[in-house]
């Protein structure tokens, strides 16, 4: 265990606070079990160190481990938590539990037998906490980390403290708020680069390698989380691979199940599972005519990549611009709001605005005569009336 303490006071000692992420001022952090699900590289592991490093003594009451530690494959969770509770601990932060079989009952276990202890742990997006054996969903508070919002990329590449704005805001008064914004930036000037390579706060280490570690992400999810996870059959990630290379291509990818499932080798029912996996894995979102109500079984009506920046890694000549506008639309609207697809325009949301998205040249046709409808339009800094700047969508988180 003295291993495990040295290891979690450098992490902490190396851990950033110029910049963190809004999830901070959302998650109750006085819970005694929280849970922080995400993909990969999206922040989760960073968000809790400096949350430790900001409010939580470095000492004996607090620790930090990763539970893909070569220490766990001699011990428990169980007998961690014995020693560390013994010793005076009360703050115990679990990182990448899915890497830990069995992790869902002993930490049942620990709850109801701890009741002193704090725990916080990160997990895949892909976990089931709310289906695991333990039934941890009457204990634990989760919450869901997507990658960087436009606001948040800002705030991280410019040092900035731009706020966040909420969509009641934008449709109300959208021009005022671009005012606003464009007094202090032009945001238009990043908005290309954040939708190429921004959306994971990796973007500023090693800048010629970031499409690289965009595709370790894709490959690692595919590869090891969804047949570990999910027991999608390792014979079919090449296929999956190719799948994603076409939506990344395409103009909003609408599905034909049939052609798709004979062309990967699955029957349908698989096929229409797969598809839910990579939304579960955040590889990609599925748009459908109701959100309520989905199962493993329902064929979206759209599909799309999860965001942006998964389009330009996997076709980085080819990516077609009309998806890569609705793709950050939808990325970016769908952390506190509920998207679907709809006939005639391109998203309803909250099953009651209609959205529209393109290019500055788009058309109202679509929108005309339709109550609470709007045109979210590309390459504009400011909007007038129901016309409104893509980019401005990026504030919401």
């Not at 698989?270 to 959100?291: C, G, M, P, Q, W």
């Not at 500055?360 to 009336?385: A, F, P, T």
Request: glycine share 4%; charged share 25%.
């Amino acid at each position: 265990m003295k291993e495990l303490q040295e290891k979690y006071i450098r992490k902490i000692d190396a851990t950033p606070m110029d910049f963190t992420r809004s999830l901070m001022e959302t998650i109750r952090w006085e819970a005694r079990l929280i849970g922080i699900k995400g993909a990969r590289g999206v922040g989760k592991t960073t968000l809790i160190l400096q949350y430790i490093k900001k409010n939580i003594p470095i000492d004996q009451s607090s620790l930090y481990v990763s539970l893909d530690n070569i220490w766990f494959a001699d011990n428990t969770i169980s007998s961690l938590v014995d020693q560390f509770v013994k010793q005076g601990g009360k703050f115990l932060f679990l990182d990448e539990v899915h890497k830990y079989p069995n992790w869902s009952q002993e930490l049942k276990n620990i709850y109801d037998d701890y009741p002193e202890l704090k725990i916080v742990f990160t997990a895949s997006s892909l976990l089931e906490i709310l289906n695991a054996r333990a039934d941890l969903s009457r204990r634990a508070i989760v919450y869901t980390m997507q990658g960087l919002s436009y606001r948040e990329y800002l705030n991280l590449k410019l040092g900035l403290q731009l706020p966040v704005y909420s969509l009641k805001d934008i449709l109300e008064r959208h021009t005022d708020i671009g005012r606003e914004i464009n007094s202090q930036i032009r945001p238009l000037q990043n908005f290309s680069a954040y939708l190429q390579q921004g959306y994971f706060p990796f973007f500023q280490e090693v800048p010629e390698l970031y499409f690289q570690r965009v595709e370790e992400i894709i490959n690692l999810i595919l590869e090891i989380e969804l047949p570990l996870l999910r027991k999608v059959d390792v014979a079919y990630v090449s296929k999956l691979k190719q799948l994603l290379q076409i939506i990344s291509e395409s103009v909003p990818f609408v599905p034909n199940v049939t052609k798709l499932s004979e062309r990967i080798g699955v029957n349908r029912n698989t096929f229409v599972s797969y598809l839910y996996f990579l939304e579960e894995a955040h590889i990609t979102r599925n748009l459908y005519k109701d959100a309520k109500g989905i199962t493993q079984l329902q064929k979206p009506n759209k599909i799309f990549l999860e965001n942006t920046n998964l389009q330009y890694a996997l076709s980085p000549n080819h990516a077609n611009i009309g998806n890569v506008r609705e793709t950050f639309f939808l990325n970016q609207l769908s952390v506190k709001h509920i998207l679907e697809y709809i006939d005639g325009t391109d998203f309803l949301v909250d099953h009651l605005y209609q959205f529209e998205v393109g290019g500055k040249s788009k058309s109202k046709r679509q929108i005309r005569n339709q109550d609470n409808s709007y045109l979210v339009v590309d390459d504009v800094e400011y909007g007038m009336g129901n016309t409104i700047p893509l980019w401005l969508f990026g504030f919401l988180y």
